[in-house]
Nanobody, 124 residues
Framework: QVQLVESGGGLVQAGGSLRLSCAAS????????MGWLRQGSGKEREFVAA????????YYADSVKGRFTISRDNVKNTVSLQMNSLKPEDTAVYYC?????????????????WGQGTQVTVSS
């Protein structure tokens, strides 16, 4: 069982930056694919980014490619999401999630463990 706790959300103006962090405990962090997903008000949860167990590859939704960067530290058991050039449409609750499989997925239902989420609000 993996426990995930996100931090770093907040209010930022359009064009600004935020860095989200997720601390993991329990389980073997280095064996999980880690992802960030988000859910805007009245919208379905959607994939944002994922990173492989060793950081060897990462994958991004088209809507954030070139603006967001996912990274992980398997010593500190953390995964981060650096968000630059933020837009009002990035406003959402951001979730850290873990998948106990080596196959990439962008489907929220295929992630096994979830954090409680952190709110990101981008004002225009």
């Amino acid at each position: 069982q993996v426990q995930l706790v996100e931090s770093g959300g907040g209010l930022v103006q359009a064009g600004g930056s935020l860095r989200l962090s997720c601390a993991a405990s329990g389980g073997t962090f280095s064996t999980y694919i880690m992802g960030w997903l988000r859910q805007g008000s009245g919208k379905e949860r959607e994939f944002v980014a994922a990173i492989s167990w060793n950081g060897g590859w990462n994958y991004y939704a088209d809507s954030v490619k070139g603006r967001f960067t996912i990274s992980r530290d398997n010593v500190k058991n953390t995964v981060s999401l650096q968000m630059n050039s933020l837009k009002p449409e990035d406003t959402a609750v951001y979730y850290c999630a873990a998948r106990g499989d080596f196959a990439l997925t962008t489907r929220p239902l295929q992630y096994d463990y979830w954090g409680q989420g952190t709110q990101v609000t981008v004002s225009s």
